[in-house]
């Protein structure tokens, strides 16, 4: 976005203000309201919103905003666990590969860009076709998904610091590779490793609603935000609700998220704010 | 130019076969194979012996792939372990309607995308360029296939106006086609446009901060003629690349789109496949998915070479 400093900062807050509400809502909500996500009542189908169920129940009679909460911390979790697995993935290699260089790297180098070309969903469907759908391979698809994108641009920031003096002068005095890594790398690639980081919190919110979309994420009856849409599929034209619900709480904090990442990228980087964004 | 191209195109094949590497060790490399999914713990020993020779998985795994391949180069991807189909024609019979879903929708972002972008980058900070950005930035936050949710609810739920889904080949009613590709192209488009009006935005804005461009406003040229004939001509070469890169966005879109609105294309035989677990429509789709977004990118990057000597000459 356009807007200068401050009020780049003032989005982020809004941004932190948003999630925050959410995560909160995700952790005390299914107490709060402590009515059991999967409990099946038949007698109570599709029903709309009333004192009893706030949002209305599903087509198994089971109450959306329980399984809409229950499912905010499924799909943050899942969210949570594979961005930190692709940082990890991500950073491994892109250190490895821009810092020792040589054939590694240039093997590495390939790899990245054969992923880089394939859109990262089809590569996590393609890793939940090898492994079958559960909460487990949900996060391994959408790290798998990331951690190319994540490694190329570690690796370019690990070759600009590598040959910088501070890094030389280690190397003089004698520093093991580890100690190098360590000490010097790592702390100068750090905020680029926030940003990017951040960065993937909305994309794997997004892929997780995909995959659960697709039915080829969170099985039933465990409830997420993308097997809620999933189950709504059908009953779209009858039921919207049970689509527009959960729909809407995947792009509110999506939203949230990029507004919290945008900002971080600007506080990093005083041009962008003029600059405008980037890609 | 040519020079340059010989050496894309050679730098494409290691890729192509790393590629192929992918789809076909990826799915086998893990426990099981593809007769114990298709029986289950419950197949009988014998049964499962008879039917791994019969599509030779009791061969060496390089043997297999070696035999895979050569037959995917003549289009032949074997036959489907779940419904006995051949899956060439399988695949052959669903690619018409991704690619005319794809080509419709690009056509609708390109249209939104180009010219928004360009509008937002030549009045940077003004009242159009932030409405836009925001709209855009909101659009960046939706997945296509919530967008398509709204719509169908909008427009097929409420307002009555176009059917929630199907398909007819456009040989048999050009019209009925038409009218149902609409909703799942509109879609598509303006979800992705966000991305592209963002990049093209700011490589406008970059392009207005060259000095040739400060030296035509100077000479008094009226802004239209400065936004076609200066800034959108510069900036044609870096839109080519990244509407590579965009091209297999749509193609990932796609997926989701052709489920929502149960548009017969690749994507069906795609999800339907990981679901059974149906390895050689998986691997064969991998690879056919995989290539088109190789070959695509290459496309751009010598479109972008052809039109921006810097590229071939670097």
Known sequence: ?279 | MLRYAAIRIATTVPLLVALSVIAFFGIRLLPGDPIGAMLGIAGNPELVDKLRHRYGFDLPLLQQYVIWLAAALRGDFGVSVSSQQEIGPLIAQRFPATIELMLASFLIAVGIAIPGGIVAGMNEGGRIDRTLSLLSFIGLGIPSFFLGMLFIVVFSLWLRVVPAGGYQAFAADPVENLRLLLMPAAVMGIASAPYLLRLTRSEVISIRREPFVAYAFARGLRARTIQVRYILRAALPALMSVLGLYIGLLLAGSITIEILFTWPGMARLFVGAVAQRDYAIVQALILLYGCLFVVINLAAELAQAALDPRVRLR
Do not use: K
Request: a neutral charge.
């Open chain 1, 1 to 279: 976005m356009t807007f200068p400093a401050s009020s780049q900062s003032l989005d982020a807050r809004i941004g932190v203000g948003i999630l925050g509400l959410i995560v909160v809502a995700a952790v005390a909500g299914p107490v709060l309201i402590g009515i059991d996500p999967n409990s099946i009542d038949v007698t109570a189908r599709m029903q709309s919103p009333s004192a009893e169920h706030l949002l209305g129940t599903d087509s198994l009679g089971r109450d959306l905003l329980a399984r809409l909460l229950q499912g905010a911390r499924v799909s943050l979790m899942i969210c949570l666990a594979a961005v930190t697995l692709a940082t990890l993935i991500g950073s491994l290699i892109g250190i490895v590969s821009g810092y020792i260089g040589g054939v590694v790297d240039l093997f590495a180098a390939r790899l990245i860009d054969l992923f880089f070309a394939i859109p990262t969903l089809l590569v996590a469907i393609a890793v939940v076709a090898a492994l079958g759908p559960s909460i487990l391979t949900t996060i391994v698809a959408i790290a798998t998904a990331y951690s190319p994108t994540y490694a190329r641009v570690i690796r370019g920031a690990v070759v600009s610091v590598r040959d910088r003096p501070f890094v030389e002068s280690s190397r003089v005095a004698g520093a093991s590779t580890s100690r190098i890594l360590r000490l010097d790398i790592v702390p100068a690639i750090r905020p680029v490793m926030i940003v990017q980081s951040t960065a993937l919190v909305g994309a794997a919110l997004i892929d997780e609603a995909a995959l659960g979309f697709l039915g080829l994420g969170v099985q039933p009856p465990t409830s997420s935000w993308g097997s809620l849409l999933s189950a709504s599929r059908d009953v779209l034209l009858f039921h919207p609700g049970l689509a527009l619900i959960p729909g809407l709480a995947v792009v509110v904090t999506v939203i949230a998220s990029n507004l919290i990442g945008e900002g971080i990228r600007a506080a990093g980087d005083p041009r962008l704010a003029q600059r405008g964004a980037e890609a």
